[in-house]
Each structure stands twice: as structure tokens, then as C-alpha cells.
């Protein structure tokens, strides 16, 4: 158990690293949009700051590997969540980035939703999952990945108005939250297979399953979808918007699909349903544009 959670703050502070490095090259690119993935490869491959932080992210998954193996999913997503301090922190203090204060509400009131739902767990329980139904897997996974990619894409649409606001990135990162619930949902599955005995009937095992083709679409998209949306805003507040979906994501559809234990006390089920609903509800309220910043030329403008 508390390898597990040693591995989850190990992936939080990888995470949170790999994130912000990331950023930091790309604020020195030229632009990158997901209608050249060719070129934005070619663009972040020639950072060396990008492929350290990719690195960092990949170093991530690994840990998180280890902490499936050993944590509930829910459980694991509530220690996952505080890498979201870090995360601001880093920001602050390396890419000079600010969160206003009605941002730093919402991202306390979503840090409360999330802590609703850990609450909701049976106290002292250690089961861990092993396997879910593959139907199941595809049937929640599937609508998933199509509603990630249309709303990203809708929000690209809505980002090309000339007249438009500049984009705070919610909506990109509940866009990219839905590929990363999906491939945490991956993730969880691929950790089932990594057995100390039988390593090929493992391999084979593994690869007649979904969730390498799953990790694979997921990564291939969340790539070039989570650069394109992170040199345009924020890492402070796109990363924890998109952080919160991955985890709720996984917390709640994780669980079911893997069978382990929902609360049958009323208590604990309504701190699941509410914190569900409050992280929903605070997304959908906060602000979907930056202020534009005033012109000089119109501040000199007699009336």
C-alpha cells in the first residue's frame, strides 16, 4: 500500500515537471496546430527542453503502473490530485504564470469534489481489481475518445474567430481530460498483466486485449492535441482542468468498469454523486476567455 502511494507522489511530481517543461519549449516555437501533426512533431522533437519533459511524462506512466498495482482506482486518483499544487507552483515560479482569484476558487472547489469522492471509499479497504469486461472497457471508452476529439475540434472552430476573446483552455482540457481518463482506464488494465511469471503468455495475453490499442490512440492524440492546447493558455489552469476530468473520469467509470466496490452506505454515496456534480457544475462555470488586454492606442483616444 504505501509503495503505491510513494509511486502516485513520484508520478505527480513528474507529471507536474514534464507539463511544465513542456510549456516552456513551446512557448519559444513557432504556433502548432493539430491540422500539421507532421510539423509539430518535427517542431517539439527538435526541443530539447520538450523531449526532457517528455521524458518526465513517461517516466510518469511508469510510476502510475506501479500504483494500480497496489492502490484502488479511486483512491489513487485522490493522491493523484494533489499534484495539482505543484503544478501551479511550478508555473508560478517558471513560466511567470498568474491564476486570477475566481480561478483559485474554482480550482479550490474542485479540489473539494475530488476529496468528495476519495471520501466516498470504504474506509480501510485494499481491494484491488485486477480485470474488467472488455465490452464493457470499449463501451465506456469508445463514446469517450469520440466526444474528446469533437469537443476539442469545436473548440479549434470557435478559437479561429478573429473576433473572438482569447481561450482560457477549459474547454481543451476537458477535451484532452477525456483521452487521459481513457488511457488512466488503459493504464489500469495493462497493469493487470505485468506478472513476475509467464512473461510472454503475458505479452500475448496483453496484446489480444484493448488497452494497448487503447494507450495507443490516446497517446498518438492526447500528443498532438495537449501541445497544440498547452502553447495556447495556460498550463496553470488548462493542466488542472484537464487533471480534474482524467481523475473523476477514472475515479467513478474506472470503478465501475473494474467492478471494485461502490459505497452502500448513504452517506458515502451521496459524498460520490455530489462531488461528481460540484466538479462538473465549477467546470461549466468558469471563465472561457481571457480579457483581452486594451490597446494602448485606445487608451489614448480622447472621449
Known amino acids: 500500500m504505501w509503495w ?29 496546430t493539430i491540422r500539421r501533426p507532421a510539423r509539430l512533431l518535427r517542431l517539439v522533437l527538435g526541443s530539447p527542453l520538450w523531449i526532457g519533459g ?4 513517461a517516466a510518469g506512466f511508469a510510476a502510475q503502473l506501479a500504483v494500480y498495482r497496489t492502490l484502488p482506482i479511486a483512491a489513487a486518483q485522490g ?3 494533489s499534484g495539482l499544487v505543484l503544478l501551479v507552483l511550478l508555473s508560478s515560479r517558471l513560466l511567470g504564470e ?3 482569484g475566481r480561478e483559485r476558487y474554482a480550482l479550490g472547489a474542485i479540489l473539494l469534489a475530488l476529496l468528495m469522492v476519495v471520501l466516498s471509499l470504504r474506509e480501510g479497504s485494499d481491494t484491488v481489481s485486477r480485470a474488467a469486461p472488455y465490452p464493457l472497457i470499449l463501451l465506456v471508452c469508445v463514446p469517450s475518445l469520440a466526444a474528446g476529439v469533437w469537443l476539442y475540434n469545436a473548440a479549434e472552430r470557435r478559437a479561429r474567430h478573429r473576433h473572438r476573446l482569447p481561450t482560457t483552455g477549459v474547454e481543451y482540457g476537458v477535451a484532452v481530460g477525456l483521452l487521459y481518463g481513457v488511457s488512466s482506464l488503459a493504464i489500469k488494465g495493462v497493469s493487470s498483466y505485468l506478472t513476475t511469471s509467464g512473461p510472454v503468455g503475458a505479452l500475448l495475453d496483453l496484446l489480444s486485449s484493448p488497452y494497448p490499442y487503447l494507450l495507443l490512440f490516446t497517446g498518438v492524440f492526447g500528443l498532438v492535441m495537449s501541445q497544440a492546447a498547452l502553447q495556447r493558455c495556460r498550463a496553470s489552469l488548462i493542466v488542472p482542468v484537464c487533471t480534474t476530468v482524467t481523475c473523476l473520469y477514472t475515479a467513478v467509470l474506472g470503478t465501475l468498469s473494474f467492478g471494485e466496490a461502490l459505497p452502500d452506505e448513504p ?6 454523486v455530489a462531488g461528481t456534480v460540484l466538479a462538473v457544475a465549477v467546470l461549466l462555470s468558469m471563465p472561457k476567455h481571457d480579457t483581452a488586454p486594451q490597446s494602448p492606442a485606445r487608451e489614448l483616444t480622447p472621449p
Open 54 to 57: 517528455s521524458l518526465a511524462l
Open 267 to 272: 452517506l458515502r454515496l451521496a459524498l460520490r
Open 4 to 32: 503505491g502511494v510513494a509511486s502516485a507522489l513520484l508520478a505527480n511530481t513528474l507529471y507536474s515537471l514534464g507539463f511544465v517543461l513542456e510549456k516552456r519549449a513551446l512557448t519559444a516555437l513557432p504556433e502548432v
Open 98 to 100: 498568474e491564476t486570477t
Open 79 to 81: 493522491i493523484f490530485v
